[in-house]
């Protein structure tokens, strides 16, 4: 079955930098766009970024700003989420979702907490 496993969150200064990883297995990796969303705490779900199956195109919810990077390694079966520039409203659980909308199978997530 589908399964993906988040890492790479932790708790960080404002200004700080992470690097999100999703390990995923149970489909064919390359044939799927995959996505990141993310869940503030006692808000909804809320979409990311979106990367499509070569890694070719790419998309960015207008907060962004810039300030992450989508990315894929096809041969690792693995898709990243390079964060810059964080700020505290940046603070979430974060999922790795394979597709494009939050209708998709997600991970268990990872948190990301942005504090000084």
């Known amino acids: 079955q589908v399964q993906l496993v988040e890492s790479g969150g932790d708790l960080v200064q404002p200004g700080g930098s992470l690097r999100l990883s999703c390990a995923a297995s149970g489909f064919t990796f390359s044939g799927a766009g995959l996505s990141w969303f993310r869940q503030a705490p006692g808000k909804g779900l809320e979409w990311v970024s979106t990367?499509?199956?070569?890694?070719?195109?790419?998309s960015y919810n207008n907060f962004v700003k810039g300030r992450f990077t989508i990315s894929r390694d096809n041969a690792k079966n693995t898709l990243y989420l390079r964060m810059r520039s964080l700020q505290p409203e940046d603070t979430a659980v974060y999922y790795c979702?394979?597709?494009?909308?939050?209708?998709?199978?997600r991970g268990q997530g990872t948190q990301v907490t942005v504090s000084s």
């Open positions: 979702v394979k597709g494009t909308t939050a209708a998709g199978q």
């Open positions: 990367i499509n199956r070569d890694g070719s195109t790419v």
